[in-house]
């Protein structure tokens, strides 16, 4: 079995702490520039407790969450049960890749919301 120490998961910033969302698994599923894709911060942050991570950080531009192992946390991180003292809006304007793209269109599709 695999236990990385560190893992390093793209969030869907558009879905604020505390909502868990998430879009149905599609194995065919091909990302059309919109913000119909991935999982919130809330729901990876429920996955990866589960799997024995423990959120540490994200990135500043709202796209990445940093987890690690449980066994390595200690005091070396910020502790909080709040996710809001982790999350960041999406601000994917701060990459030079956004220009190019023009950051992700709203989409009315649901997803899955997780409870």
């Not at 119909?36 to 540490?56: C, M, P, R």
């Not at 500043?60 to 987890?67: E, K, V, Y």
């Not at 982790?86 to 997803?111: C, I, N, V």
Request: glycine fraction near 6%; include cysteine.
């Amino acid at each position: 079995m695999v236990s990385p120490r560190l893992l390093v998961i793209e969030y869907n910033a558009k879905f604020l702490p505390p909502v868990k969302w998430s879009i149905e698994y599609n194995p065919k599923h091909e990302w059309d520039l919109s913000d119909h894709q991935g999982a919130s911060l809330a729901a990876l942050d429920e996955v990866s407790q589960k799997k024995g991570y423990t959120l540490v950080g994200c990135n500043l531009n709202g796209t990445n969450a940093f987890f690690v192992r449980k066994d390595l946390v200690g005091d070396k991180f910020l502790s909080s049960d709040n996710l809001m003292d982790f999350y960041h809006p999406p601000r994917y304007y701060l990459f030079e890749g956004y220009l190019l793209m023009a950051g992700h269109r709203p989409d009315p599709r649901m997803g899955k919301i997780i409870k």
